[in-house]
């Protein structure tokens, strides 16, 4: 990891990770950023109704901020 980047407010965080590949006795170095979005339950539910989906049920995980959803097919 090269260098991460948090925001609350954009719901996203930033890391920027090195990946580097040996062939043929030569090295290729790329620099890739790797952005994780998170959205609040109704964000994620109107999501889900887009891509025509429901969350037909969410399961919280005791002491964390997560929640699990069982999605189906609207309709």
């Keep these: ?29 790329v620099d890739r950023p790797w952005v994780l979005h998170w959205y609040t339950r109704s964000g994620f539910e109107s999501l889900a109704a887009a891509a025509g989906l429901i969350a037909v049920s969410a399961l919280e995980t005791p002491g964390a901020s997560d929640l699990q959803f069982r999605l189906q097919a609207a309709g």
């Design 1 to 29: 990891m090269l260098s991460e980047e948090r925001s609350d407010s954009a719901r996203t965080q930033t890391t920027v990770l090195r990946y580097e590949r040996y062939r043929d006795g030569e090295s290729t170095i």
